[in-house]
């Protein structure tokens, strides 16, 4: 078990902050709470540091990382080029969920940004993420804590089950207030390009970069060296998990897995879809809320239960084709990726 302080999430006490900066400061690694989920942190200006975060994780090298800073100063002082477009979107949505990929700064470390020539920056809004960058003094590189293509953590109680003694502290705030990780927009690009939908909406986006590009699609081999957040298999529970387009879709698939003796239990939304299962898998059933930014907040959380249990298969309800649900439906479609 590594060593876990809990924390006030609004008014962090300094000595706590100071004891976690200080196992920065000798080269560990520290699971802090952000807005979105846990970032599992390493100096980010520190290349022997940053490779630590690859082994806790076992996250396959050349994936790059994000910087976390603790306002526009610090993000600028990372980059080659702050352009006018760079600082209107921290000026409008920093501290949150929003990472802009920037051209790198000739003193970041090659590991930070898994070889390419651009780096990820953002300035959480969480005050424990900000208290700690600010006393450490340069910027936490710090992916989600958990190993690698296994479900975000959104509680410390996560962050454990998912690194065990892999992290060396993990400051626990409570749970994340959104529970999906940020938006990824790329500004190396032009026009400029969503990598990962998130937190952020593509419509409070659009406020400020109407030409934005969105694609939802997924990339394999080479290419998920520039688009890695576009990799297939990523967020899955140890369960393996099918997605269902409809309340029939789901009781079939519950008995399917019930007839081959697999112990199974299902993710649904609708309530046409929780009156579809049989009464005898009923206890079997997590019903998440019916829109979109509490689904994702709950979504995570619902996953860990699930391998908590033991269940060996989780079907889960398709979330509606709407813009509003894109985060959540892009988090499913790769747990739900066979390869
Ligand atoms: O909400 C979040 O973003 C959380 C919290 C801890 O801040 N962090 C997080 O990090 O989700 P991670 O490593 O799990 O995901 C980082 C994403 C990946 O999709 C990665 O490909 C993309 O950001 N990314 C980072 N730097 C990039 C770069 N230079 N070029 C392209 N994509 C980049
Ligand atoms: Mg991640």
Redesign the pocket.
């Known amino acids: 078990m590594p060593r876990v302080i809990v924390v006030d999430p609004s008014h962090p006490h300094e000595t706590a902050i100071a004891e976690a900066a200080g196992v920065l400061a000798r080269g560990g690694l520290v699971a802090f709470p ?8 390493a100096r980010g200006l520190h290349g022997d540091d940053v490779q630590k975060i690859f082994l806790a994780k076992k ?1 396959p090298h050349g ?4 910087l ?1 800073t603790d306002g526009e100063a610090m993000a600028s002082g990372i980059t080659s080029r702050w352009s006018e477009q760079a600082s209107q979107l921290a000026r409008t949505f920093w501290p949150g ?1 929003l ?1 802009l ?1 920037v051209a ?1 700064g000739g003193h970041v470390p090659l590991e ?3 070889g ?5 920056v ?1 300035v ?1 809004n969480h005050p424990v ?1 900000r208290a700690l960058i600010r006393t450490v003094g340069e910027p936490l590189a ?5 190993a690698h293509t296994h479900v ?1 953590p959104t509680t410390a109680e996560h962050v454990v089950r998912s690194l065990g003694d892999a992290v060396d502290l993990v400051l626990d705030g409570g749970p994340c207030a ?1 529970g ?3 938006t ?1 927009l ?1 500004l ?1 690009v032009d026009p400029p390009r969503v ?2 939908p ?2 952020l909406s593509l419509e409070r986006l659009r406020t400020i970069v109407p030409q934005v590009v969105f694609e939802s699609i997924t990339v394999a081999g080479d290419a998920t060296r ?6 297939h298999k990523h967020y899955c529970p140890l369960a393996r998990m099918t997605l269902a387009d409809n309340a029939d879709a789901i009781a079939e698939d519950m008995r399917r897995a019930r007839a081959a003796s697999r112990s199974v239990c299902a993710i649904v939304w609708s309530s046409r879809a929780r009156q579809a299962v049989p009464d005898a898998l009923r206890t079997k059933i997590i019903t998440l809320p019916d829109n979109a930014e509490a689904y994702a907040h709950a979504l995570f959380a619902a996953l860990y239960d699930v391998d908590a249990s033991g269940c060996e298969e989780v079907i889960v309800e398709r979330v509606p084709d709407h813009p509003a649900w894109w985060a959540v439906a892009d988090r499913l479609r790769r747990a739900a990726s066979p390869t």
């Open positions: 952000t807005e979105t989920v846990y970032g599992l942190g996250r994936h790059p990382l994000i976390h969920p990472t990929v790198r930070v940004t898994g390419l020539d651009s780096v990820g953002r959480p993420a710090a992916p989600s804590a958990n975000s959104f999906i990780e940020s990824v790329s190396a990598l990962r998130g937190a520039t688009s890695p957040g576009l990799s």
